[in-house]
């Protein structure tokens, strides 16, 4: 995949069902296939929740590979807080 989708700044509660939304779009329009890596530009996270990191966790559902790309402090910050730090490795973040 050329590009990766853009996570928004706010993903928390209020922001996560319309940014599941707009990935699924966004993986329909791009007409990507399932054995191509998805990456999530995540630079500009600079909030997030439990909804908001429950809805990355989620995406192990999709089974195809992803990785997030850049993660903000803020978003390592809450991974770390909840116990997340192996699972965020283990999806490849990407620098």
């Not at 996560?16 to 996270?45: C, E, I, K, N, Y």
């Not at 559902?61 to 283990?90: F, I, N």
């Amino acid at each position: 995949m050329s590009q990766a989708f853009e996570l928004p700044s706010e993903l928390t509660i209020y922001s996560a069902l319309d940014t599941r939304d707009a990935l699924l779009a966004w993986l329909s329009a791009t007409g990507a296939g399932d054995d191509q890596p998805l990456a999530l530009m995540a630079s500009r996270v600079s909030e997030v929740d439990g909804a908001g990191l429950q809805m990355l966790t989620a995406l192990t559902r999709l089974d195809r590979p992803w990785h997030l790309v850049e993660p903000s402090a803020a978003l390592t910050q809450a991974c770390a807080t909840l116990g997340l730090s192996d699972w965020l490795t283990q999806h490849g973040v990407m620098a």
